[in-house]
């Protein structure tokens, strides 16, 4: 795979020029850099139609209402979505007298039925939907078919990925792979000196399952990235200096990265897309629905959720005109269905609660404004504004840490990527990073109250920038001391730790 290193290394090191002036993308090649064939030898997937026309996705499809979900996963025919949602449970181990956990579900979206599966996150479908698996409470990886576990695997990173009816993951330092017919076998081991280690090291595969990424957090703030090759687990370092976060496209094997003050699409064909920030509306970034190009824009405020239309630019696709995209303001894991006929989300029904949100999508003229397609939108958002509080819980996620003893803030997992908003109106007064809760960002409130969100690995906003209750202002990661992707959100009044769910 020495094509594969030749191109990141050519790729990262040497990016494409910045439009610093001009939004239109610019794209450099590496005419010397040869790529391997696929080492998987996949089946060829019959590939989705790519963006080219203005699309929406604006009409509300009622459902019946599923709340608190966080994670959700179409299958392969867009007839079933796999979530992952809050419950609360009664427990006396906490100060609260309750905790939440993930259960997980399977939603029919033609039927409306929701049929319990399990406890666990994470959910992905095998390609021809027969399969799913999905992270469990203890720790493994767990396969179902039908609602029953068929196979219960001691995985070390909770992070896998489906080829055809295969599907891959680590343990340890070993790249393993699990089918019916052969059940768990090893494929390679990785370097001993760079064996991966969770949570202080977080691995994600391309959709194709070819190659990983490897992402080592350290205290001092650094990271130490590595691209690695499925099929023998040879790792290359990925020199992206200043970069904050990155994510493979949900097709194929393209590389997003995104900087303070730009964007990059890297392909594995040698080629790579980047765009200053200002040609966009904003910094929140999304995928179309062929997993192809970047959905590029901002996110309304989210309360409520659901009644006001973003629009998008979509960028980084090959070949021209670029197109732009209208959507919901949705919270939480906004995705398309297989064939791009819907988008999901979840909206806000009160600071805290959250449902999952259906919209059907279809070309036509982008536009922004405001959604009349839920009813109850006046009166969620009445609901609100009486709470006594103000703020709301900044993250589509399950609640697993309380202030209590020496722990100064609420954690809140939530898939890592996903979006961060504002508890309350106020000021961005820092930003950076901090021992302990890696990247930060703190909004100063009225009389003397600050909210602040750690462990982030984007931010939306700078210091000096004014922001609505609501508004996103940074993404999930795992920079600093961390058990996983979530935000450590914690209130000071006057310089003095409160609990952010009294506020």
């Known amino acids: 795979m020495v094509g594969v290193a030749a191109l990141v290394a050519a790729a990262c090191t040497a990016p494409a020029a910045v439009a610093t002036r001009a939004p239109s993308p610019q794209t450099t090649t590496s005419p010397e850099l040869t790529i391997a064939p696929s080492p998987l030898a996949l089946p060829t997937a019959t590939p989705r139609p790519p963006v080219t026309e203005p699309f929406r996705c604006t009409e509300r499809v009622p459902i019946p209402d599923v709340d608190h979900v966080v994670y959700a996963t179409w299958s392969p025919d867009a007839t079933k979505l796999a979530i992952s949602r809050i419950v609360t449970l009664a427990s006396p181990r906490t100060i609260t007298g309750w905790e939440e956990e993930f259960f997980l579900d399977s939603f029919d979206v033609r039927t409306g039925e929701l049929r319990p599966l399990g406890v666990g996150e994470r959910p ?53 792979a699990w089918n019916a017919e052969s059940f ?17 090291d977080d691995v994600y595969w391309s959709a194709d399952g070819e190659r990983f990424t490897l992402t080592r957090y350290s205290l001092d703030g650094t990271l130490e990235r590595f691209l690695g090759t499925t099929t023998t687990g040879d790792l290359t370092p990925l020199d992206l200096p200043q970069a904050t976060f990155t994510e493979w496209a949900p097709s194929g094997e393209s590389l997003f990265v995104q900087y303070p003050d730009r964007v990059e699409l890297h392909a594995m064909d040698g080629s790579a897309r980047s765009s200053s920030l200002r040609a966009f509306a904003g910094p929140v970034h999304g995928w179309t629905p062929d997993g192809r190009a970047l959905l ?25 005109p670029q197109t732009t995209a209208t959507l919901p303001n949705l919270l939480g894991q906004r995705v398309f269905s297989p064939g791009g006929e819907y988008f999901t989300g979840v909206s806000r029904t009160s600071l805290y609660g959250t449902r999952l949100e259906l919209y059907r999508c279809g070309a036509g003229p982008a536009s922004s404004g405001a959604s009349t397609g839920d009813p109850t939108v006046p009166s969620r958002l009445a609901a609100i504004q009486a709470d006594p509080r103000r703020f709301a819980r900044p993250v589509a996620g399950a609640i697993t840490q309380f202030v209590q003893g020496s722990h100064t803030g609420i954690d809140v997992a939530a898939p890592f990527g996903s979006v961060i908003v504002a508890s309350d109106d106020g000021v961005v007064d820092a930003m950076g990073w901090v021992q302990v809760g890696g990247r930060r960002v ?12 750690y462990h982030t690995s984007a931010a939306l ?11 996103p202002i940074a993404l999930i990661g795992m920079t600093g001391v961390t058990t996983g992707p979530h935000v450590h959100w914690e209130a000071k009044l006057l310089g003095r730790i409160v609990d952010p769910l009294r506020q």
């Open 124 to 176: 992905q479908w095998s390609a021809d939907g027969r399969y799913l698996s999905y992270w469990g409470w203890d720790g493994t990886l767990r396969i179902a078919v039908g609602g029953f576990v068929v196979a219960d695997i001691p995985a070390t990173m909770p992070e896998a990925r489906w080829v055809g009816e295969t599907l891959y993951f680590m343990s340890k330092d070993e790249i393993q």
């Open 184 to 200: 768990v076998r090893t494929i390679a081991h990785l370097p001993s000196e760079t064996a991966a280690e969770y949570p202080s």
């Open 296 to 320: 590029m824009g901002r996110i309304s405020p989210t309360i409520p959720a659901g009644d006001a239309l973003d629009q998008f630019k979509v960028w980084g696709a090959d070949g021209e």
């Open 442 to 453: 703190c909004v100063l409130h009225a009389r003397g109250l600050e909210s602040c969100y």
């Open 461 to 471: 906003v700078t210091i000096g920038d004014r922001v609505v209750r609501g508004q």
